[in-house]
């Protein structure tokens, strides 16, 4: 019994102590649950919402998309003004972190990729179809690589944007911090003021220029019909010259070679008749070239003059053009992977194949300190004018390096620096980056560079825009600082195979490819 007994105490003890360490940790975990329930809500980050400045707002001047907060901030030159939340690429068609710009505004556009879906009030950003648009908001990423926004944001903010806007879209947070650098643009307040003047003044010129190279040009073409008769008839005079010089030749031979005095009389007589007629075919010669010489000259005269209009017209076009450019934003990109500087203004031509605007452009070579070592990518946008000149931002979305540094790696050529800094405007930008510039950058972009960093599907699996060829001489001049614009291989990002981090990236397959239209 007794054995029995401690048997059983022996064996209660452990229980008892077991339920009692459960009780204690049920005790614990119902003390404790709250805690971490409220610790999990708290670390969960709160659903973005629409937002509006409190304050009036001015014109948009860039927009940044966060991948990774699913949001969409707009800034003026103040500061952020509308802000939103997006659904951006699923997983395999992953929105594209880079740089963009607004390229094609359409109000009511419905897409050929992907059953006519609705996708209003769309803004392209590139060519093979990424835009941002109006669409529903799951709220998480949804779309097939565009920015879908809000319906009711995306029609509000329809009007207030312009061809041209920098878009950033960022795999992380990000946003403009204000910025000063000595390499940043520092215009000249005299140069700034003259400039509306000089652009009209040497658009005037170039359009008097063009008038007159007309004019040379209709006087050209009718001195060579004029001509034409006076050089038939002087061919037809030295024929009938030369026909006269040869019976004149024969005749005073045969005269020679007469042995009788018949012959000779009659040999003599041929040649006086041969001399007569020589004589009056060169006169007659002599007579219609002195005639001619003045139409002739007049025609030659005509040819210069043409060639010098023409050469004075494409000179005053040159500098009109610069001077209208002058009077626009100027953009810079510098890529590490290609060691050129590249420069962009909009010209606000209509595109010849219709969509978007033309935009002059412009590359020179670069020189990067320690070209092997990343750079990152960073945007540095002039947002107002300042006591300085200048009021700068600096936006970045890879940091390889730290902006500065960056800045500092860079070495702007001098001439570049003379022809844009002393009239640099607000909205003025400079972009340095490792990546080289997309094939999506064409006559009718603003800069596109994809970061190749990260996945790139929706824009890898579109249709590359198709390579139109864009040429004015009454515009562009290839000798010009912003001379006509041929698409190029910039380097296309949406084949790019070379590794960086972790991630490949493949060339897209050709049966991917779908209608260049937003999709998603």
Known sequence: MENRLTTARSTAVPRCRSALVLATLAAVAALTAP?????????????????????????????????????????????????????????????????????????????????????????????????????????????????????????????????????????????????SHPALFIPKPEAIAAAPARAETLVREAEDAARIADDAKKAAAK??????????????????????????????????????????????????????????????????????????????????????????????????????????????????????????????????????????SSEVPVTIRDPYKPLGTHIFTAMARSDAGLRWTAVTIDNADDARNALDRVTIPQDVLDRIAPTALPRSSIIISDEPLSAETNYRTEFVAVLSNQPQGGFITRKPTVDVEVADGNFWGDNGFFGSFYPRDWGSQAGNTRRRGRQYFRPAQPDYYQQMQPGG
């Open 35 to 179: 805690t971490a329930d409220a610790a999990a809500r708290q670390a969960r980050p709160a659903p973005v919402i629409e937002a509006v400045a409190p304050r009036d707002a001015g014109e948009p001047v860039m927009a940044i998309v966060s991948i990774k907060a699913q949001q969409v901030t707009f800034y003026d030159a103040e500061g952020w003004i509308l802000r939103a939340p997006v659904s951006t690429g699923v997983t395999g068609r992953e929105t594209p972190a880079g740089v963009f710009a607004v390229v094609e505004k359409e109000k009511d556009h419905h897409s050929t990729m992907y059953d006519d879906a609705w996708m209003p009030n769309m803004q392209r950003i590139t060519w093979n179809g990424i835009a941002l648009h109006g669409g529903p908001l799951p709220g998480y990423a949804a779309s097939h690589g565009c920015v879908r926004m809000p319906y009711g944001f995306a029609e509000k903010l329809f009007d207030k944007t312009w061809i041209g806007m920098r878009v950033i879209i960022s795999p992380d947070n990000a946003e403009p911090v204000e910025f």
């Open 223 to 360: 001195a060579p019909r004029e001509t034409a008769a006076l050089a038939a008839a002087l061919r037809k005079l030295q024929a009938l010259k030369a026909r006269a010089d040869a019976e004149l030749a024969a005749a005073e031979k045969a005269l020679a070679a007469a042995k009788t005095e018949e012959a000779k009389a009659r040999a003599e007589e041929r040649q006086q008749k041969a001399a007569a007629k020589a004589t009056e075919a060169g006169a007659q010669l002599e007579s219609a070239k002195a005639d001619a010489k003045p139409k002739l000259d007049a025609a030659a005269a005509a040819k210069d003059a043409l060639k010098a209009a023409q050469a004075r017209k494409v000179d005053t076009a040159k500098a009109a053009t610069e001077a209208k450019l002058a009077l626009e934003p100027v953009s810079i990109y510098i890529s590490r992977a290609a060691q050129k500087l590249y420069i962009r203004r909009n010209t606000h031509k209509p595109a010849p194949d219709g969509g978007g605007e033309v935009f002059a």
